[in-house]
């Protein structure tokens, strides 16, 4: 018997199976294919958009600096111009941002987080304009200048909403261009974001202190009655923990913005008192500090040495003192560059590039007496006061002159009013070192020239510190660590050329400088070790090698006694560790402040794990 079977459904079967094999790739792949076709169209259609975006940026962020400057010389149409070439520019790139295509290669992993950072600068940058720079440009602030010694306060007033609107525009953008991971940005995009970072930051730093002087200000000057200063100009030559010897002394009045020196004195002027001393500043720097005005900045707070100055000035003069303000000469040397060249009555020609060797080296050896010098003094402080309240002849470097003197510790400001210190808080220009370690935590570094001598002009210092307070844990203890350089660049020529009234009768002869060198450590911390040149010191005494360890206001303090001979080197290194209580949320960033020295002290700082 025959069976006969049917095989064309199997065949049929094979065939589609087959064919199921061949088309189903072959569709993926068309379908890809077009996807990447697609994908090539937008990127072509998106690029130039892209490279709109990023041309108009980039030429945009320079111009925020420019208009920065043209409003604070007092150049406001200039600022309008600038400002009106800085708005187009950020137009052109948020309207190449402002698209549909734009919005769906945002959501594209590996790009999109480019695109949204374009987007984010556009936006960031046009706020700025918007709400900083166009406002601003309304206002002169040349009229702000001193004229004939006198400030218009009222004017002042309408300074302090539009410095408010910028720190918190400032600190709005600051906070949207940290959320961008900088990681997944192309090179160029990020250097962008660091440059607009970095502008803005440099924004906030101008607007912020600025913020607080405008709310201080016309008051401090007088629109609500007048008020007494007590102005001293420390010595840096004879440097203390608080500047400077405080020899030349001037009140100024302030009343309806008008600015005027009263009277003139030095502090030798000023005999034996017993003034009310904290006890820890006396067993740490001796009862000199209340029994002479020249003594007193051997601490260094700042509102202890005005508590002082007050008592002082009392003890000769029935003059109330409002408000006492330290101004060094280094820092007189940063409003020459806003003043011009002075002609000072006693002859000289004092610039912003040799005001400092001039007050504090030449002339003691053209007035070697300390009458003579004191005079000199008195004469250079008035006519530096009548240039600044009569003669400004650039504003902007004026402001960046108290700027950088209030940053590096040479202008304080301490005043009987509390509303006044509560406006300031923490900041440097109330002193350096705060009352806790919530925004940032302090290491002190300061020199106390306990000799009757003029010799630290010629002593260069740089500091090296380090914390491991990121890197710290329950068993290994964050420290804070400093390293002090101090060198003796006098020499044997110059010795030869200096009287005993810079030199003095003991080191000093020999061109040797005398310090006691002084660590302020962190609140909280205890001292784990001293070192002088690489040897281990002990906590013993006061003299040879031993260093003395006390406690002031809160923080552990060492005190090392050091002599450098002429053209010699010293190093001096403190650690101070953390409780065992105090965890990485305990401090602030760690810094280093110093006390303003002749020469800036360079102060480097390692955070290793620190962001």
Known sequence: MTVRTDAAPKERK?????????WVPATIAFVLLVLLVLVA??????????????????????????????????????????????????????EAADSDLWRFAEQVPGVGENLRAVGMLATAVGRLGTEVFAPATEIDFSALKPVDGKV????????????????????????????????????PLRDGVEKLEAAVHELSAMSGPASTVLKILPDALGANGPRNYLLMFPNNAEIRAGGGNPAALA???????????????????FGVEDL?????????????????????????????????????????????????????????????????????ETGEKLTAKNAVSLLLKDSYVKYPTPAESDAFFASAAQSIFDAVTHDTHDFTALIEALARAADEGRLMFSSDDPAQMKLIGSGRIAGPLPADNAESTVLGVFFNYVLAAKMDY??????????????????????????????????????????????????????????????YGPLGTTVESVKVNGTMLDPLGRWGNNYRKMEHDGRPVVQVPLLVGMGETAEVRAVFVAAKDQTADSFGLFEVRAAPTVRTTPVAVERPGCR
């Open 41 to 94: 169209a937008a990127a072509i259609a998106l690029l130039p958009r892209v490279l709109t975006a990023k041309d108009a940026l980039e030429a945009a962020v320079p111009l925020a600096a420019q208009a920065k400057n043209e409003i604070l010389a007092g150049e406001p149409e200039a600022a309008k111009q600038t400002v009106a070439r800085f708005d187009a520019l950020v137009k052109e790139a948020e």
């Open 152 to 187: 218009d306060v009222h004017k002042l007033a309408d300074l302090l909403p539009l410095v408010e609107r910028a720190t918190e525009t400032g600190d709005s953008v600051i906070a949207e261009l940290s959320k961008l991971d900088g990681d997944q940005l192309v090179g």
């Open 276 to 344: 009310p001393l904290n006890p820890e500043t006396e067993a740490l720097y001796g009862a000199r500090v209340k029994r002479q005005m020249q003594d007193v900045t051997y601490t260094p707070y700042f509102a202890e040495t005005a508590e002082l100055m007050r008592g002082f000035w009392a003890t000769k003069f029935d003059t109330r003192i409002d408000a006492v303000v330290s101004f060094d000469p280094v820092a007189l040397s940063y409003l020459l560059e806003a003043t011009g060249p002075i002609k000072l």
């Open 458 to 519: 010629y002593m260069d210092s740089s500091i090296e510190a380090k914390t491991t307070q990121c890197t710290a844990t329950v068993t290994d203890l964050a420290t804070f660590r400093a390293t002090v350089t101090l060198e003796n660049v006098l020499t044997e020529k110059e010795l030869r050329r200096l009287p005993k009234f810079v030199t003095g009768t003991d080191f000093g002869q020999g061109g040797g400088i005398y310090r006691d060198v002084l660590f």
């Open 14 to 22: 094979r065939l589609r199976t087959r064919g199921a094999r061949f």
């Open 251 to 269: 009140l100024v009045s302030a009343n309806d913005g008008a600015l005027k020196i009263r009277k003139q004195a030095s502090s030798r002027d």
